[in-house]
Nanobody, 118 residues
Framework: QVQLAESGGGLVQAGGSLRLSCAAS?????MGWFRQAPGKEREFVAA????????LYSHSVKGRFTISRDNAKNTVSLQMNDLLPEDTAVYYC??????????????WGQGTQVTVSS
């Protein structure tokens, strides 16, 4: 397991962009992002393999969000464009394995709030 620290959340208008970043305390295999909106279960957003070119996206964000990583710095980023009010959630960074399930990851950040106003 590693320690994860997210940054970059905030308030943005619909149609705007935000970039989330997550720094890991050590080397990781897969990294990903999940989110949890009020009253809803946490859901998968995106994941990236250590090879940096194998990625997974949820249907709701594909084409708008881009995940990337810098293995030299042990960081992962999530560029979020064309944000919608329904993207409002706490976004969590995850590290460990690779997949769309929470069970694939064994390290979690504290979360960062993203709020999209209409």
């Amino acid at each position: 397991q590693v320690q994860l620290a997210e940054s970059g959340g905030g308030l943005v208008q619909a149609g705007g962009s935000l970039r989330l970043s997550c720094a890991a305390s050590g080397r990781t295999f897969g990294m990903g992002w999940f989110r949890q909106a009020p009253g809803k279960e946490r859901e998968f957003v995106a994941a990236i393999h250590r090879n940096s070119y194998t990625t997974l996206y949820s249907h709701s964000v594909k084409g708008r969000f881009t995940i990337s990583r810098d293995n030299a710095k042990n960081t992962v980023s999530l560029q979020m464009n064309d944000l919608l009010p329904e993207d409002t959630a706490v976004y969590y960074c995850a590290a460990g394995g690779f997949g769309v399930s929470e069970n694939a990851f064994d390290s979690w950040g504290q979360g960062t709030q993203v709020t999209v106003s209409s």
